[in-house]
């Protein structure tokens, strides 16, 4: 025994030593590393006790001034702590908002053809509507030369005027209503009329996070704010040339001295660590899809349905595969998270339906590349359907955006050259008495707008069959009748594999020793069924 207990001391001191010595040879190797490799290397061992430090996560966001409050009463539904979006440092209890857009008179910034400012002015209006408690006490449009770059947008006489009526309407808060105010111009512009001074996407993001459900929505908005809080420091630590285009930090952590640096080190580390977790929660949600079958062999097709928010996605998903869970509101931004719901085609052919996040107009694309995760079903999907709201005056600007905003996404050109174009709503033109003639006119070709009113079903039928044409030419898939006896293997191979649609099952044929069964394969599918029987097999194409 003692010798053995000796022999395990002695062991052990080895080990001891060894380990200290393995521990200085790591260290010295560590200390060789450059300075973005250590860090990648602190994050990874330390990025847990980092990110869910949610304090220091505050203080951050407190000292980079951007306004992330939500009204009073809104509560987080779910997740860790270290999942919350910022709420800030005091809650509100809710807003008289003034809206302002400026109108840019001149040279290429001023408001695109496809549009008005009175329309875009009206949009910013519908956006603070969406909040709870955000009231908008008055909105104006206001001038500017060339642009909207100036340190206060607007000169002396014009920024006057806009105080007199701020004064007047008892004002607590303002939203200009541009995609990114510059750091400067929030600081110079709260100074000026001493409330909180919004702009879209600060507003985008108060909407995402007072509407978020899932965990998966929640984690994509906190890594959406990142970026808009890191924009604001890089200012703050006096680089007064901030763009709105410089959402990278990279450049801002190695000019920094260390202490400045570990905001950044923090805000990364939180970055990282949500994207962890959101790769967690969309691999849990791809198991459960696949676990229900949906994506199984025999369903592949993804149909994404996509447009400007507030077209009519939710209400086309529902109407098409009979979803009961989810329900179209008249709300900007109703769905924050895509849900997938399977039909059945008329020729037999089993898809999936995407819900998915609504577009808006001029909001950097680093919101939306946030949802990525939610944005894979768009990406990845077999068929898009561009829905739009055809009784919106400002139609045309939203098609435009969804176009642009999918091209900046990078989904693939083929995807978007095959994209099915819907215009929804024909209910409400022109008081339901719909001239086809005068509509396609103005929004374009019959063959190449398919028009329906989700309220009154008018079109639907006609769309699904477009789908079923789409589904079928992609996956090459064909209606064949086969004639096989009731104890033929190949039964049990085809329900099995979910060839045989409940809604047309075998049927006896003349004679009665035979049963006919329609399937719908594509050759490859055809091919490997024949494999797998014993006798050879005969199969008649049916043309449905
Ligand atoms: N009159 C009329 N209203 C419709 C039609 N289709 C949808 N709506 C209404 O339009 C509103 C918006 O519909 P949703 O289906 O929530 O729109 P969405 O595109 O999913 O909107 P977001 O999820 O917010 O992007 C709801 O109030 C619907 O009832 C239609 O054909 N006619
Ligand atoms: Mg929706």
Redesign the pocket.
């Known amino acids: 025994m003692e010798i053995n207990n000796v022999t395990w001391m002695a062991c052990s001191d080895i080990w001891e030593i060894g380990h200290c010595l393995m521990l200085i040879k790591r260290l010295i190797a560590f200390s060789s590393k450059p300075f973005r490799q250590q860090s990648t290397l602190f994050r990874k061992k330390f990025s847990t006790e980092f990110t869910d430090n949610d304090a220091q996560y505050e203080r951050i966001v407190h000292e980079s001034g951007v306004c992330l409050r939500l009204p009073t009463g809104s509560a987080f539904r779910g997740g860790s702590t270290a999942d919350r979006v910022s709420v800030g440092a005091s809650q509100l209890e809710g807003q008289n908002v003034f809206v302002i857009h400026p109108k840019v008179r001149w040279g290429a910034n001023s408001a695109p053809s496809n549009t008005t400012p009175e329309l875009m002015l009206e949009e910013a209006v519908a956006l603070i509507r969406t909040l709870p408690g955000f009231n908008v006490a008055t909105s104006v449009l206001v001038g500017t030369d060339y642009n909207t770059k100036k340190k206060l947008i607007w000169g002396g006489g014009r920024l006057e005027a806009l105080m007199q009526h701020k004064l007047k309407h008892s004002v607590t808060a303002i939203m200009v209503n541009v995609d990114m105010l510059t750091p400067i111009q929030q600081t110079e512009l709260t100074a000026y009329f001493g409330v909180p001074v919004y702009d879209r996407y600060n507003i985008v993001l108060l909407i995402f996070k007072l509407y978020a459900k899932t965990r998966e929505a929640h984690l994509q908005i906190a890594l959406a704010e990142i970026p808009y809080i890191r924009h604001r420091l890089k200012f703050l630590d006096h680089d007064s040339d901030a763009t709105p285009d410089a959402l990278h930090v990279d450049q801002a952590v190695t000019s920094l001295s260390h202490g400045k640096a570990d905001k950044y080190e923090i805000l990364r580390l939180r970055e990282h660590s949500l994207r962890k977790k959101l790769k967690a929660v969309m691999e849990a949600k791809q198991d459960e899809l696949e676990s229900r079958g949906e994506k199984g062999a025999h369903a592949t097709t993804v149909v994404a ?1 996509i ?12 109407k098409l595969t009979g979803a009961k869970h989810i ?10 998270d895509t849900t997938v719901h399977s039909a059945l085609l008329p020729s037999g052919c089993r898809v999936v339906f995407a ?5 808006i107009s001029s909001l950097p694309v680093t919101l939306f590349a946030s949802f990525q995760a939610t944005l894979k079903h768009v990406v990845n999907a077999d068929l898009l359907i561009h ?1 739009q ?1 055809l ?1 919106h005056p400002n139609v045309n600007a939203q098609r435009d955006n969804v176009i642009e905003t999918l091209h900046e996404l990078g989904v693939r050109k083929d995807l978007i050259e095959n994209m099915l174009t819907v215009g ?5 033109l022109d008081g339901g008495e719909v001239c086809l003639d005068d509509v396609i006119e103005k929004h374009g070709d019959k063959d190449q707008l398919q028009l ?5 079903g ?1 079109g639907l039928d006609g769309l699904i069959e477009q789908i079923d044409q789409k589904v079928q030419s992609m996956t090459g898939a064909r209606l064949r009748r086969l004639k096989l006896r009731p104890d033929s293997p190949a039964l049990a191979y085809l329900y099995r594999h979910g060839f045989i649609s409940p809604h047309s099952p075998p049927t006896p044929s003349d004679c009665e020793k035979f049963l006919i069964v329609d399937v719908l394969m594509n050759d490859d599918q055809f091919a490997k069924f024949r494999t797998h029987m014993p006798r050879k097999l005969k199969a008649k194409r049916v043309d449905s």
């Not at 447009?307 to 529902?318: E, H, P, S």
């Not at 329906?452 to 009154?456: A, D, K, L, Y």
């Open positions: 349905v447009g400007y928010t507030n077209a009519g996605k939710t209400t086309l998903v529902k329900f179209g509101e008249d709300r900007l931004f109703a769905t924050l819900d998915t996040i609504g577009f829905i709201d009784s929804n709503k024909i209910d409400k329906i009113s989700c309220e009154n008018f």
